[in-house]
């Protein structure tokens, strides 16, 4: 069994700032060599799929999901001042100002960490997502696997 | 002292979504035989709501929470693409095309598995929910119930 | 090393009713003699900063930002039900009417507990929020000194 720390974060979340404050937790973990794994669940997947659409066949609800949540890290909205869109500009422009990370910045430098990015199935299955739709080097499983996680972790963080 | 693994849900928002979550989380673990307590504390108290109103005596900003806030499981709206009750009508929807379990059959069944159901006591006095007006086979504790439970368990999660 | 059970808490939503639930929590554990930090960052930070303007020079962008947010405790939000600041003002009435703490309060009671409070210096720098701006006798760090707090604590809540 390994010796190393273990965190766990649920990012239920598809806000922008949630994930943000989620990735950095992660890539903060990651570089004090703990093993971490983000379960994406819910909204929370959004924070994975790819910008330009991806053609795949789907039943009626399932493509109105899928038009209606928004496409990918660069496209997400603020849990708060969100504005119609404007918040985020300003978000990332100040985050672009103090040089810090932008998610989608975050979530490659996760990947290069070997934090685990799990997509939740059965949430795939419910809002008719496909893994051609999220980002290559991800991993897919459901809510056993996240417990197994957990219960063998320190720290456990529902975002 | 037992030997199980123990695990402890806050329920505190009162969105349909993550209510989801924290039940199959809930369930998942118990599956797993861990020792499983949510706490139902301020909007999360709303999934334990009867659904036929009760009546009881109120004040009137007690009865004004209790008129406006969802009575039960079924009447939770969404975190997100609530689109006045639209997007609750299309999650289930799609959670009864996938043959997923309701909220209210998740709550039956965690109530099988011996979840422990806490309905946080504190907060009932506050917006004025009488023990008559939550469902049955729950129990009754404030805070110091809680952390001691969290201080006991791996998993602790604030959904 | 410290045989005390450790606590901490992410605060990162602005809402009363998330922070109060927070303080609530904070309290018990550091009343059953948990070593407990809560860290402040995103909109939670706005729970620490000081009622009356303080003058400070700024960016464009940060003076928005500054001026857009709540100014303090009694500033914020209800995360549901805030009906444009009714609903922070009927649940300010009825915790009065249970003699239950004020946030305002409950923040002063964690201080005299020895809660240690901790601002994100990080979301300072993006929100352009400044030490004279926050409440005094309150810690200042980093996602490093978190990681380093949860890794040892039982309880790890994200708000």
């Known amino acids: 069994m390994s010796q ?4 766990t974060i ?20 990651a570089a ?6 983000m379960f994406f669940t819910f909204w929370g997947l959004n924070t994975l799929r ?9 039943g009626f609800l399932e493509n109105m999901f899928g038009k209606m949540m928004p ?6 909205g603020l849990s708060k001042m969100n504005f119609a869109g404007i918040g985020p500009k300003m978000i990332k422009h100040v985050m672009k100002k103090h040089n810090a990370l932008s998610l989608p910045q975050l979530i490659e430098l996760a990947q290069e960490q070997g934090v685990k990015l799990v997509a939740c199935t059965m949430t795939m299955d419910l809002l008719g997502l496909r893994k051609e739709e ?6 897919y499983a459901g809510v056993a696997a996240y417990l ?3 219960a063998d972790a320190k720290v456990n963080l529902f975002i």
């Open 4 to 7: 190393k720390e273990k965190t």
């Open 10 to 29: 649920v990012l239920f979340s598809g806000d922008l700032d949630k994930a943000i404050a989620a990735f950095i937790i992660a890539n903060g973990a």
């Open 32 to 37: 004090y060599d703990h093993e971490v794994t």
């Open 50 to 58: 790819k910008d330009p659409p991806v053609s795949v066949k789907k």
């Open 71 to 76: 496409r990918g890290a660069k496209k997400l």
């Open 134 to 139: 999220l980002i290559d080097g991800i991993d």
């Open 148 to 150: 197994g996680d957990a």
